[in-house]
């Protein structure tokens, strides 16, 4: 006959409560629902990383010719093969990131400061102002994105800061739009009467307040237009609009290899792919983000 202690001591241990589970615990098991999202920030990680130290991951010079070596097809020494002038594709994929990742970083930066600037003038003084804006707004919203950026990129000359302005230009209305919205809202909360009733200016005001808590609302909407950015970068570099020859970007590359893309589809392949993985990781993050801010 057993005692309570010996009972107590055969008992099976409680299981933890998921509050109190170790750091380590809790990490695995949300890397283990949240795979997606990890797999999706390395991606962006590492094309970032490309842009930044591209030696580190591509030995072969990307503008070095070797007449002797051209159309190689994927092999132990160039793993993406070479292009039609001899020249290492993998190499160019890498060194294409720093012109296509900072052409859509410029492309963004411009929709959100102009965006934010017009959306917050509108918002806030209304009246005239307003309507103006928001007339302004509606007109570059009924224009095709990509044609209004072939427009002004043709006004501004070629190359990818080029591009990126005018990419970043075509941005502008969507991020104003919903700037004007936060903004709107921002100004019946309680921070802002308790501010204008300490007598702050209307420059603090929207200075330290306002546009510091309706910029924060983009977030999500940053991570989907630099996607598109880089996209629409790519697409002008196609037509010859944003990056010259020998430069590598990404949309460049596509276009030098579609002379080939019947006998020679890697040279159309790899940087396309490129595009494609990194817009979608870029989508995905933006969609976790947007989900976040929902719950």
Do not use: C
């Not at 241990?13 to 390395?42: D, N, Q, Y």
């Not at 007109?139 to 070629?158: K, N």
């Not at 996209?231 to 037509?239: E, M, V």
């Amino acid at each position: 006959m057993t005692t309570l202690v010996e009972q107590e001591q055969r008992a099976p241990a409680p299981p933890v409560p998921a509050a109190t589970a170790s750091g380590p615990a809790r990490a695995l098991r949300w890397l283990g629902g949240h795979w997606t999202l990890v797999l999706a920030v390395a991606v962006v990680v590492l094309v970032i990383a490309w842009a930044l130290v591209p030696g580190a991951f591509a030995s072969h010079d990307p503008i070095a010719v070797d007449p002797a070596g051209k159309l190689a097809p994927p092999s132990g020494e160039h793993w993406f093969g070479t292009d039609q002038l001899g020249r290492d594709l993998y190499s160019r994929v890498v060194h294409g990131a720093r012109a296509s990742l900072s052409g859509a970083a410029i492309a963004v930066a411009v929709g959100v400061v102009v965006g934010a600037l017009l959306g917050a003038v509108a918002g806030w003084f209304g009246g005239f102002l307003d309507s103006a804006i928001g007339r302004g707004i509606d007109v570059l919203l009924s224009i095709p994105g990509f044609l209004f950026a072939i427009t002004i990129v043709v006004l501004l000359g070629f190359g990818v800061v080029q591009a990126a302005v005018a990419v970043g230009l075509t941005l502008t209305a969507t991020f104003a739009r919903l700037v004007r919205s936060e903004v709107l809202k921002a100004r019946t909360s309680t921070y802002v009467e308790a501010a204008t009733t300490s007598g702050a200016s209307t420059f603090d005001i929207l200075r330290r307040h306002v546009l510091p808590n309706s910029i924060a609302s983009t977030f999500a909407l940053i991570t989907v237009q630099f996607g598109i950015a880089i996209i629409w970068i790519a697409s002008l570099s196609f037509l010859g609009l944003g990056a010259q020859p020998p430069d590598p970007e990404w949309g460049r590359l596509v276009s030098d290899g579609r002379n080939y893309i019947a006998t020679r589809g890697w040279l159309t392949l790899w940087p396309g792919l490129t595009v494609v993985v990194v817009v979608l990781a870029t989508n995905h993050i933006s969609h976790h983000l947007a989900r976040r801010d929902q719950s």
